[in-house]
Nanobody, 122 residues
Framework: EVQLVESGGGLVQPGGSLRLSCAAS????????IGWFRQAPGKGRERVSC????????YYADSVKGRFTISSDNAKNTVYLQMNSLKPEDTAVYYC???????????????WGQGTQVTVSS
């Protein structure tokens, strides 16, 4: 059974940092691409950042470039999203997703976690 379990969300002040974790099981981690998506109230789901465990290539949305960093620990089957300089507009539920390629993640096809809430507010 495929499982993706997110953790690390919470309430943080503007300018602060959080690190999200996505622990994966039930598939060959090294062969998959893992991504982070987010959905704010009343908005569609947005692709934030992705990483291919096959070749290490990454993707970042323009809105998070220079502030967020995605990384993968293949020994722990875990992907991290380090979020710095957080802004109120980063507030959303953040979801972890896994697919066989970055292109399939772009199409939002694959496996999904339950999500973790990130709230940026003073």
């Amino acid at each position: 059974e495929v499982q993706l379990v997110e953790s690390g969300g919470g309430l943080v002040q503007p300018g602060g940092s959080l690190r999200l974790s996505c622990a994966a099981s039930g598939f060959t981690f090294d062969d998959y691409a893992i991504g982070w998506f987010r959905q704010a109230p009343g908005k569609g789901r947005e692709r934030v950042s992705c990483i291919s465990n096959r070749d290490g290539s990454t993707y970042y949305a323009d809105s998070v470039k220079g502030r967020f960093t995605i990384s993968s620990d293949n020994a722990k089957n875990t992907v991290y999203l380090q979020m710095n300089s957080l802004k109120p507009e980063d507030t959303a539920v953040y979801y972890c997703a896994a697919a066989s390629s970055l292109s399939r993640l772009q199409l939002q096809r694959g496996y999904w976690g339950q999500g973790t809430q990130v709230t940026v507010s003073s």
